[in-house]
Structure formats: structure tokens, C-alpha cells
């Protein structure tokens, strides 16, 4: 809660017309938590800006399983006992373990590339190729870091045969993510992090579990084919899967948060859902980081919990 000084003009208007403001109440505008963790890397569709809906819906648990871990923004900064965080990009997984293992040794050891001196397009082309060709996972892991930070956008994308092909980024001095990163090896002591897809993430939940899953966004146009679109690699017949393999998970007591945009589609297969909470937030959703835009969110609540469910 917060008082009356947040209401300077109030206060000056009182002022000029010589009465006493009244004492006001008032609660901080919606937004993140200033005391929030960053992810340490940009990620396409972090939750960080919208951990507060998120947090309000998450169940209690021993362990908070996150198939789809990305840059881990709601597992660093919630306080599960134990933590599974999946993804499906192996070099992703592969920094986070290194990173849980060593932490300042190889936060050390990924300083050098951020010292300016790789900041040119002939060094990250160069250094790209070192990433798609190297068999040295730890360098392999601090180029990720490197390629994330000076890569254009955040993006990470690969071509066909698997290699890395974001172009440079430009940025005038790309942030080493120190203090980041430190949190991230601290909170990783708690967490296990596997290469596997989200069936398989499934697969290894028990009872005493909370499940939170936030697949690459559906399209938000519907005239998209229902079999054949596929955005980032994962199509409607998977995120049709996943909402089934939630209610399966709710039936054997272990809840289910899901997010994503709130479509024709996604309100259908989120239909069975215990709780819908709809919200909007700010995104960059064309490929033109710049056009940001207004985009209607959904979050599907599987509760195993609800005695009606
Ligand atoms: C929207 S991002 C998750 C963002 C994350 N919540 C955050 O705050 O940064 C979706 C993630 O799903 C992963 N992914 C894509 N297909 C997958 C699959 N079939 N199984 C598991 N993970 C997958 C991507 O690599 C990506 O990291």
C-alpha cells in the first residue's frame, strides 16, 4: 500500500485552494516486482513481465516442473523446494548446466567474450562458426551466452541442418549478465535441468508436483490450418496435446498451469480448464522488435485441488 504523496497534483490543487488534503489509499499500479530475479538471457516470450498474473494462479507444491524452461523467469523467482526445468533446445540446457555447476569459474571464463573487442560483425560471424562447429561443450555454452547477447534481437534460431544462423546485432555495449547469472547458478542448486520434449517432462511428474507450461505461442490468426501451422517448431496438434496430457495430469492430482495467447482455438482447447484468467500485456509479436503491440493473454488453470474437477 502506498499514500497520498503519489498524488503530487492533488496535493498542489489542495495547496492553491488553502484546504487540508484528505489522507489516500491507494495500491501500486500492476506491474513487476522491482525485487524480481532476471533471466540472465533474452528470451522470446519471457514470462518476467507478467510473473504477478502468473504467480496468482500457481498452486503450492514440492516441485515446480517447467517444460518449457526458456530463460527460467517464473522458477527464479518463486520458492519451490525442488525444480525440473525441460526444454527441447540443447544448447540451452547444456549452459544451464554448466552454469549450475561452476558458477563463478564460468561466469569468469564467459567474461572475455563481453569485453568489446568481439563486438564487430567479422568477430560474431566468426565466432557463430566457431559455435556451429566446435565439439567444446563449455566453450559451446559460453558462445551461446555470447551469441544471445550480440545476436540481433535475442533471437536464437537455427537452420535446417541445426546451425545457429541469427545475424549480429549492432548494440553498442552489450550487457554482460554478472549479477544474473550468479543468481541463476545460486537458485540452479535446487533445480534439475533435462533435455526432453514436453511428453516426456510429463512423463516424469508425480504426486506432490505443479506443473507450469508455456509452449511457443499459438498464431494469432485464425486462419491458420489447424494440422499444418507450425510456429517455432511446434504446431496445433501439439498444443492440443498438451492441454489433454493437462487434464490427464489433474485426474492423477497434480495441477496444471498453462499460458498462452487467448485465441478462438485456445479458448476451445482450454475448455475443461477449472480456471481461465484473461490479461493483456505488452509484446513485440512482428518480427520488427520496434512495432510493439497490445496482446490478449490467457492462463488455464488444470487444478487438481478442485473438488469439482
Ligand atoms: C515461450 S518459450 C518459454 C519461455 C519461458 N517461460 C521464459 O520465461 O523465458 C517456449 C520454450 O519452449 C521450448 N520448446 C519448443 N518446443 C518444445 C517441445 N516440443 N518440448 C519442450 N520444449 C519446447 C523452446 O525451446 C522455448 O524455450
Not at 44 to 70: C, D, S, T, W
Not at 92 to 105: A, C, D, F, M, T
Not at 197 to 222: A, H, M
Not at 294 to 299: I, K, M, N, P, R
Request: charged letters at 20%; a positive charge; proline letters at 5%.
Amino acid at each position: 500500500m502506498g499514500f497520498a504523496p503519489l498524488y503530487p497534483s492533488y496535493y498542489f490543487r489542495c495547496k492553491q485552494r488553502g484546504i487540508k488534503p484528505k489522507e489516500m489509499k491507494t495500491t501500486l499500479p500492476a506491474k513487476t516486482d522491482s525485487a524480481s530475479i532476471r533471466p540472465f538471457l533474452k528470451w522470446a516470450g519471457n514470462k518476467y513481465r507478467v510473473l504477478k498474473q502468473i504467480k496468482a494462479l500457481l498452486p503450492q507444491g514440492q516441485r515446480l516442473i517447467e517444460p518449457f524452461a526458456g530463460s527460467g523467469a517464473l522458477f527464479l523467482n518463486t520458492q519451490y523446494p525442488n525444480y525440473l526445468l525441460c526444454d527441447t533446445n540443447a544448447d540451452l540446457i547444456s549452459l544451464y548446466q554448466h552454469l549450475k555447476q561452476e558458477g563463478n569459474v564460468f561466469i569468469r571464463y564467459c567474461k572475455p567474450y563481453f569485453n568489446g573487442k568481439y563486438n564487430n560483425p567479422e568477430s560474431y560471424y566468426s565466432l557463430r562458426k566457431k559455435f556451429n562447429t566446435t565439439n567444446n561443450v563449455r566453450q559451446k555454452a559460453a558462445l551461446f551466452l555470447y551469441l544471445n547477447r550480440h545476436g540481433y534481437n535475442g533471437l536464437c534460431r537455427y537452420n535446417s541442418k541445426g546451425g545457429y544462423n541469427v545475424p549480429f546485432g549492432r548494440y553498442v555495449r552489450p550487457y554482460f549478465p554478472e549479477k544474473e547469472m550468479l543468481a541463476f547458478h545460486h537458485k540452479a542448486q535446487s533445480a534439475n535441468f533435462k533435455l526432453c520434449s514436453f511428453e516426456e517432462s510429463f512423463n516424469l511428474s508425480r504426486k506432490g508436483d505443479v506443473i507450469y507450461c508455456d509452449p511457443p505461442y499459438v498464431p494469432l490468426s485464425d486462419s491458420a490450418n489447424f494440422t499444418s501451422y507450425s510456429s517455432g517448431g511446434f504446431d496445433l496438434q501439439q498444443q492440443h496435446t498438451l492441454a489433454q496430457l493437462a487434464e490427464q495430469r489433474r485426474d492423477d492430482k497434480i495441477s496444471v498451469l498453462i499460458s498462452n495467447h487467448d485465441t478462438r482455438f485456445t479458448r476451445d482447447i482450454y475448455c475443461n480448464a477449472n480456471t481461465l484468467s484473461y490479461f493483456k500485456v505488452q509484446r513485440s509479436i512482428s518480427c520488427n522488435g520496434q512495432k510493439r503491440k497490445q496482446a490478449d493473454e490467457v492462463l488455464a488453470l488444470f487444478d487438481s485441488q478442485d473438488k469439482r474437477s
